[in-house]
């Protein structure tokens, strides 16, 4: 009896670590910098704004378009719409941006970029 309970004790601390191990495996987060290409405003979709910045990534995000979050689910409206903000003024100094994307939050398959950083 011990044994059986020794055993199902061992088979939960195994699964538990597996499932910790593959969840953290399949999101990943990281910088990705630019100069944005597009910008994108809708009502309903892909978070509310997004834009499009010429880079390379390892994210699993489709060609290159972030959302800015500008809904506010991912981040406060505020927030976002700084954000958005920067960005878009990054376009039009025509200057690269730097955006935090995190591919596990997304909006309509589009991953969320949740922080922004420009500079020279």
Same mark, same amino acid.
């Given at each position: =009896?011990? =044994? &059986?309970? $020794?055993?199902?004790?061992?088979?939960?601390?195994?699964?538990? !670590?597996? *499932?910790?191990?593959?969840?953290?495996?399949?999101?990943?987060a990281?910088w990705v910098?630019?100069?944005?290409l597009?910008?994108? @405003? +809708?009502?309903? *979709?892909? $978070?509310?704004?997004?834009?499009?910045i #010429?880079? #390379?990534?390892?994210?699993? !995000?489709?060609?290159?378009?972030?959302?800015?979050? !500008?809904? $506010? %689910?991912?981040?406060s409206?505020? #927030?976002?719409?700084?954000n958005? +903000?920067m960005?878009?003024?990054?376009?039009?100094? +025509?200057?690269?941006? &730097?955006?935090?994307?995190? %591919?596990?939050?997304?909006?309509?398959?589009? !991953?969320?970029? @949740?922080?922004?950083?420009?500079?020279?």
């Open positions: =009896m011990k =044994m &059986n309970i $020794g055993k199902k004790y061992l088979q939960s601390v195994i699964l538990t !670590c597996l *499932l910790i191990i593959s969840s953290g495996a399949s999101a990943a990281e910098s630019g100069k944005v597009y910008l994108y @405003t +809708d009502s309903s *979709l892909y $978070g509310g704004c997004m834009v499009n #010429e880079s #390379e990534t390892s994210l699993s !995000c489709p060609q290159r378009w972030f959302s800015m979050g !500008c809904a $506010g %689910d991912f981040l409206k505020q #927030e976002a719409s700084k958005y +903000d960005a878009k003024m990054a376009f039009v100094m +025509d200057i690269p941006v &730097n955006v935090w994307v995190n %591919d596990s939050l997304k909006y309509n398959g589009y !991953c969320v970029a @949740t922080g922004v950083y420009l500079g020279r």
